[in-house]
């Protein structure tokens, strides 16, 4: 029973940043290894970061890899996502999620925010 609400998106212009947040509900947030996802129209959902439940291993697919940076607080039920020197081919919707230890789905998920990023 966790519940991801995703903040931060906007508008941006190339070569900017953004913050992004994702806040948890309940106290199994620590328990959960967190994600960000996004998609841009027409296009599958395509996986940006990964964080072990204890913050000690990220993850990023080359695309992302040098430019976002995923962190989380679980004081605060919360995970980041860091993001810089954004191009127009990051707009999507980012979507948080989150999956048991042990298990590789991510079950639980957020609504989503839009990222658009100008030329």
């Known amino acids: 029973q966790v519940q991801l609400v995703e903040s931060g998106g906007g508008s941006v212009q190339a070569g900017g940043s953004l913050r992004l947040s994702c806040a948890a509900s309940?106290?199994?947030?620590?328990?959960?290894?967190m994600g960000w996802f996004r998609q841009a129209p027409g296009k599958e959902r395509e996986f940006v970061a990964q964080?072990?439940?204890?913050?000690?291993?990220?993850y990023y697919p080359d695309s992302v890899k040098g430019r976002f940076t995923i962190s989380r607080d679980n004081a605060k039920n919360t995970v980041y996502l860091q993001m810089n020197s954004l191009a127009p081919e990051d707009t999507a919707i980012y979507y948080c999620?989150?999956?048991?230890?042990?298990?590789?789905?991510?079950?639980?998920w957020g609504q989503g925010t839009q990222v658009t990023v100008s030329a």
């Open positions: 309940g106290r199994t947030f620590s328990s959960l290894i």
């Open positions: 964080i072990t439940w204890s913050g000690d291993s990220t």
């Open positions: 999620a989150g999956r048991v230890t042990g298990l590789n789905k991510y079950a639980y």
